[in-house]
T-cell receptor, first 114, second 109 residues
């Protein structure tokens, strides 16, 4: 299907486990982003990528790892999940980051760390 | 102080009312986005503005760059407009969007 997809949509994991959230887009957009959304904080940028093999930290990168070996995929890994990482995670993509290009958001992944 | 402030945080109105949601920002920007998020749902881009005014159906977005202020208006509001509306700005020279806290809108029939 065309667009931007995330998997899984819901995930429950235990503290200390490694978890990978997947993001896939079919538009060949250069830029991809990972955000987390928490009550009282709104959306916050975790990591972003300008192109394959180019990634950079956002506002809240600690505890997360990203990679981008292919333009269409941007997985987010929690190496050792903590309860504070319980959140809703949104992936987004845009054609270009500079200028006035829109970001398109995935449906979100609701992650619970117990 | 947040770089992007929205008001009000919560808004309840009756069907048919004219709705205004405000967004103020304190930095130079290259663009401003209005996003909509339904309960339990994803995030949809409504408008992207760098100047002036845009209209899509019953939704109107305006921006005043000099005053660092934007408004989102909904005419003839309907219960299906109930959602969280989020303002986000792209800071000049920076590589990220900065988001407001969102405005939770409830339209009662």
């Amino acid at each position: 299907d065309a667009g931007i997809t995330q998997s899984p949509r819901y995930k429950i994991t235990e503290t200390g486990r490694q978890v990978t959230l997947m993001c896939h887009q079919t538009w060949s957009h250069s830029y991809m982003f990972w955000y987390r959304q928490d009550l009282g904080h709104g959306l916050r940028l975790i990591y972003y990528s300008a192109a394959a093999d180019i990634t950079d930290k956002g506002e809240v990168p600690d505890g997360y790892v990203v990679s981008r070996s292919k333009t269409e995929n941007f997985p987010l890994t929690l190496e050792s999940a903590t309860r504070s990482q319980t959140s809703v995670y949104f992936c987004a993509s845009s054609e270009r980051e500079e200028g006035t290009y829109e970001q398109y958001f995935g449906p979100g992944t609701r992650l619970t760390v117990t | 102080k947040n770089e992007v402030e929205q008001s009000p945080q919560n808004l309840t109105a009756q069907e048919g009312e004219f709705i205004t949601i405000n967004c103020s920002y304190s930095v130079g920007i290259s663009a401003l986005h209005w996003l909509q998020q339904h309960p339990g749902g994803g995030i949809v881009s409504l408008f992207m503005l760098s100047s002036g005014k845009k209209k899509h159906g019953r939704l109107i977005a305006t921006i005043n760059i000099q005053e660092k202020h934007s408004s989102l208006h909904i005419t003839a509001s309907h219960p299906r407009d109930s959602a969280v509306y989020i303002c986000a700005v792209r800071i000049q020279g920076a590589q990220k969007l900065v988001f407001g806290q969102g405005t939770r809108l409830t339209i009662n029939p």
